[in-house]
């Protein structure tokens, strides 16, 4: 750490109530540098939380840590709320293993009430802890810190909703900063930007005020009022907030103490009965050129010079999955009009950019909104077009109801790219696409398919094409792939079929997803061994290659699946066809791999899988235990 005139001496927030306004200032500027050269180094969300360095310092300063609540949507804001709390010296461990998480967590700090990875949830869970308060006679105030991206989603306006109408004291903030991930879209900041625009309404306030000033204590007594009335006049009628019950301030400067504290402490001292909203103006990357000039605000970023804002970029030239996906996808909708793109706020995470570039009129980007992301898609497959919904599989949990009702029950044929399946790195569990094998399997008139490289992938695209009877989706990791020759776009699958890589005898493996490369690693070191096995890759978890694996029962001595999935996913589906074809009550043994029973901390994949237990050598030992439970039992016999 460098040598600060104040941040060296801050360990928590008690340490900034000492403090001048003026002290805060230049504390403010210490965390700033601080930030960018801790993030430099390891990567991670930097333009967020550049942009509230002010607020998490007046937010400290005014409130009393940890017993008043302080809970950041998303968490990508919270790296100058980690510094303020205890973990200044533990930022260069940010979203590696054993360190810092990237997202706030409760097991981390007792300064993190509530642990976020997912946006749009800190308004519902400060009015939790409001309420559990209010029942437990505790006076503790409780803060929601959301940004204008995250306020999107319905989520925070059924919180807000049920908040402005249980009279429970909460203040929200609304860091606004014309800028969530990618270009903030929807009526939400054409309302902002209204609301912004309004500056007359500041000087004529401050006119009022010194109007009111001059008359006597009697009319002072109505200033409240004839506020409320100027508030009113100014912003065109009630703002909607104020409709949804709350006391709307602002908006204000984000980066000017002078304002926020004084804002706060009032908000802070208030016997005002019910929610205030706090309309806070922000600049994501604020204090650092190279961010406040980047198109993203330099949101996500890898290990980068200081000095030139170059981000260190992967020397690799084979493709990401995710471009694989973009661009195969672009190439067929040259060919199929009838083919649209839909993402939910995550159009350069998902490869939709360069969809949309070259399709803009058939590209959307619904904002934070999995749930209606699914359903329009839906809407738009009863009228004959061809949606693909690409989606993170971990946000794809959001919007489980409306793919079980709007989708699979009508039987539509939406097309689900599932981006960032599997263990994925840096972000941790949060993140993780762990569950989406199980909880799409499961669904009658579903096609669920997993490429195990970017060749699959391309066939798996192409297939999903004329699949226009019933929902599919195909999933793949996030990272490059294994630099194979890609298919033409006119290779399509066989629906249900998988293929045999390998033929081998006693022990045949049936692999979905790209744990291939780790069965073909363990295979080989099996051959030195004198070992021969089969290896299969499945494609397909629905419907299963029946015909397939029921030709493996007969002819092999076991059976093992393997899957970077939870438990309910493939495995689970072969191991029930297998009971009921009765294949399992003679001398066959079958194993299954899948992740385990836990959500797995950060780190980088390889590590991840090898705690998961499913990277080669873990893979190898399984075989040699199945092996020798044969031996066992046919020595027995």
Not at 57 to 74: E, G, Q, R, S
Not at 128 to 151: C, F, M, P, R
Request: aromatic share 8%.
């Amino acid at each position: 750490m460098s040598d600060y005139k104040y941040l060296n001496s801050v360990n928590f927030p008690s340490d900034i109530k000492k403090l001048s306004t003026d002290q805060l200032k230049i504390l403010s500027k210490e965390i700033r540098k601080e930030m960018i050269e801790s993030v430099s180094k390891t990567g991670g969300h930097l333009g967020a939380g550049l942009g509230v360095v002010e607020l998490s310092v007046a937010l400290h300063y005014i409130f009393n840590t940890p017993n008043d609540k302080i809970i950041w949507d998303v968490g990508h804001q919270s790296y100058p709320h980690k510094i303020l709390t205890g973990r200044k010296d533990k930022l260069n461990t940010l979203r590696q293993g054993k360190g810092l998480s990237g997202f706030t967590k409760r097991s981390e700090s007792e300064f993190d009430p509530f642990g976020a990875g997912h946006s749009s949830t800190s308004i519902s869970a400060a009015l939790g802890i409001a309420t559990a308060n209010k029942l437990s006679n505790k006076s503790e105030e409780v803060i929601a810190v959301i940004g204008d991206g995250a306020i999107s989603a319905g989520m925070a306006y059924e919180a807000m909703n049920n908040a402005g109408d249980s009279k429970t004291k909460l203040i929200v903030i609304l860091n606004d900063n014309n800028m969530s991930i990618a270009k903030p879209v929807g009526a939400m900041k054409s309302y902002l930007a209204k609301l912004f625009s309004g500056r007359i309404y500041f000087n004529f306030r401050e006119t009022i005020k010194l109007i009111i000033s001059s008359f006597s204590k009697r009319f002072s007594k109505n200033a409240g009022k004839a506020e409320d009335f100027l508030r009113s006049v100014v912003t065109g009628g009630t703002t909607l907030f104020g409709s949804l019950g709350f006391y709307y301030i602002g908006p204000i400067n984000g980066h000017d103490l002078d304002v926020l504290l004084p804002v706060l402490k009032n908000a802070r001292d208030t016997k005002h009965d019910g929610p205030i909203l706090i309309h806070v103006k922000t600049q994501k990357g604020k204090g650092y050129e190279f961010a406040e000039k980047a198109e993203d605000k330099f949101h996500g970023v890898s290990k980068f010079n200081i000095q030139t804002g170059v981000q260190q970029k992967s020397t690799s030239s084979i493709p990401s999955y995710t471009k694989v996906f973009a661009n195969t996808l672009a190439r067929h909708a040259e060919n199929d009009s009838k083919i649209v793109g839909i993402t939910a706020a995550m159009p350069s995470g998902t490869g939709m950019d360069i969809f949309g570039k070259k399709f803009p009129n058939r590209m959307f980007d619904t904002g934070i909104a999995e749930q209606h992301a699914v359903t329009f898609a839906a809407g738009l497959a009863t009228e004959g077009f061809k949606p693909y919904a690409a989606i993170y599989s971990t946000f794809l949990q959001r919007a489980y109801d409306q793919v079980v009702h709007d989708v699979a029950i009508q039987s539509l044929p939406v097309r689900f790219a599932i981006d960032r399946a599997g263990l994925v790195g840096a972000d941790g569990a949060t993140h993780a696409g762990s569950f989406d094998v199980a909880y799409l399997s499961t669904l009658p008139n579903f096609v669920v398919m997993a490429a195990s490289d970017e060749s699959e992938l391309v066939r798996m695209i192409n297939t999903s094409v004329d699949i226009n009877n019933q929902p599919c989706a195909f999933r793949y990791p996030r990272g490059t792939g294994l630099g194979v020759e890609l298919p033409d776009i006119s290779e399509k699958l066989e629906i249900g079929k998988g293929r045999v890589v390998k033929e081998g005898k006693n022990i045949a493996i049936l692999n979905f997803g790209t744990r291939l490369k780790e069965c073909l690693i363990a295979n080989a070191n099996l051959i030195k061994k004198g070992i021969n096995i089969t290896i299969i890759d499945a494609r397909f978890a629905k419907p299963l290659d029946e015909k397939l694996i029921w030709q493996l029962a007969t002819n092999h001595e076991a059976i093992l699946t393997i899957e970077e999935s939870s438990i309910g996913g493939f495995g689970s589906h072969v191991n029930h066809f297998l009971n009921e074809k009765n294949l399992l009550d003679g001398s066959l043994k079958f194993r299954s791999m899948i992740l385990p029973d836990k959500f797995i901390d950060q780190n980088n994949p390889e590590e991840m899988y090898n705690e998961a237990g499913l990277d080669a050598k873990a893979i190898e030992s399984k075989v040699m235990e199945l092996l020798n439970s044969k031996i066992l039992i046919k020595k027995s016999n």
